[in-house]
Nanobody, 123 residues
Framework: QVQLVESGGGLVQAGDSLRLSCVVSGRTHSNYTMGWFRQAPGKEREFVAGITWSGNSYYADSEKGRFTISRDNAKNTVYLQMNSLKNKDTDVYYC?????????????????WGQGTQVTVSS
């Protein structure tokens, strides 16, 4: 079994930066593809960024150039560095794990989820 715990969310102003962390416990995550998703109340969860076990990263178009996903397999931790935050980035952010080395943006392809961390960006 795999447990994911996110941290690093908070209230920031537009233009600020935040770094989210996701600690993976249980079975080793070195062979997992990891993802970050976001969700607003009443809306579907949507893909933000993903990283394969080998370090290949993928981003939603709206986050390219602003967000950076990385992973430290020795620490069992995945990060999401978010720069130049905008009001529209206000959401709950979820860390997720997917079996296998093939990347996916699909929520249903991920088998483990954290509890989420709130990011609020004020103007």
């Amino acid at each position: 079994q795999v447990q994911l715990v996110e941290s690093g969310g908070g209230l920031v102003q537009a233009g600020d930066s935040l770094r989210l962390s996701c600690v993976v416990s249980g079975r080793t995550h070195s062979n997992y593809t990891m993802g970050w998703f976001r969700q607003a109340p009443g809306k579907e969860r949507e893909f933000v960024a993903g990283i394969t076990w080998s370090g290949n990263s993928y981003y939603a178009d709206s986050e390219k150039g602003r967000f950076t996903i990385s992973r430290d397999n020795a620490k069992n931790t995945v990060y999401l560095q978010m720069n130049s935050l905008k009001n529209k980035d206000t959401d709950v952010y979820y860390c997720s794990a997917k079996l296998g080395v093939i990347f996916s943006k699909e929520v249903n392809d991920y088998f483990a989820w954290g509890q989420g961390t709130q990011v609020t960006v004020s103007s």
